[in-house]
């Protein structure tokens, strides 16, 4: 079955300790997204990515990197300058930029 | 400044009891309006596209519309099984990206 696979489902780190949430899709989508959802909040654009070698800041890309080497996979990683990085990280990829999003399970990353 | 607001922010309705969500959006060059469903913990669920006013799209219990500023989700006779969190979501061209509301939470009590 085609679709989004993000991995771990829970994630701890130490607070000041870099970590990468992995996104793989096997969809054959040219667009990739990552989102920041917050407890009782809609999703908040991280950063998207159109085509591969290329990706473009969201609203809150402060504390966030990503590639995007292939078109299968968008990593993102969370680096120590994201003050508040505890959440529900949520990635997302359509067949273009206006079509509909089909979305991973997401992961919970908490940081202590 | 681009956005997309949802209301109510939560709902409690009887099973069988219908009612509207609704979504209003304020963006430039409006490309497509989205609607999702989030059970919680996992990834939203996509339910429909509407592309301009005056379109309408149906499934099962859930029926939406779109104005020139606004759209709605009916739900018709819910269940509690259509107890979830409604997310409404816009793609506009003035910034090549998609945005989203902060969602519904419907609850539906048998």
């Given at each position: ?9 829970y994630?701890?780190?130490?607070e000041g300790?870099?970590?990468t949430l992995?996104?793989?899709q096997n969809?054959n ?6 989102y ?8 908040r654009?991280?950063?998207y990515?159109?085509?591969?070698n290329?990706?473009?800041?969201g ?19 969370v680096?120590?300058?994201q ?10 990829s ?5 079509s509909?999003?089909?979305?991973g ?8 | 400044?681009?956005?997309?607001t949802?209301s109510p ?5 009887q ?15 409006l ?22 006013a ?7 219990r859930?029926?939406a ?24 979501a816009?793609g ?6 998609i945005?989203f509301?902060s969602?519904t ?6």
């Amino acid at each position: 079955d085609g679709g989004i696979t993000q991995s771990p489902k829970y994630l701890f780190r130490k607070e000041g300790q870099n970590v990468t949430l992995s996104c793989e899709q096997n969809l054959n989508h040219d667009a990739m997204y990552w989102y920041r959802q917050d407890p009782g909040q809609g999703l908040r654009l991280i950063y998207y990515s159109q085509i591969v070698n290329d990706f473009q800041k969201g609203d809150i890309a402060e504390g966030y990197s990503v590639s995007r080497e292939k078109k299968e996979s968008f990593p993102l990683t969370v680096t120590s300058a994201q003050k508040n990085p505890t959440a529900f990280y949520l990635c997302a990829s359509s067949i273009e930029t206006y079509s509909p999003l089909h979305f991973g399970n997401g992961t919970r990353l908490t940081v202590t | 400044e681009d956005q997309v607001t949802q209301s109510p922010e939560a709902l409690r309705l009887q099973e069988g009891e219908s009612s509207s969500l609704n979504c209003s959006y304020t963006v430039s060059g409006l490309r497509g309006l989205f609607w999702y469903r989030q059970d919680p913990g996992k990834g939203p669920e996509f339910l429909f596209t509407l592309y301009s006013a005056g379109e309408e799209k149906e499934k099962e219990r859930l029926k939406a519309t779109l104005t020139k500023k606004e759209s709605f989700l009916h739900i018709t006779a819910p269940k509690p099984e259509d107890s979830a969190t409604y997310l409404c979501a816009v793609g506009y061209s003035s910034a090549s990206k998609i945005i989203f509301g902060s969602g519904t939470r419907l609850s539906i009590r048998p």
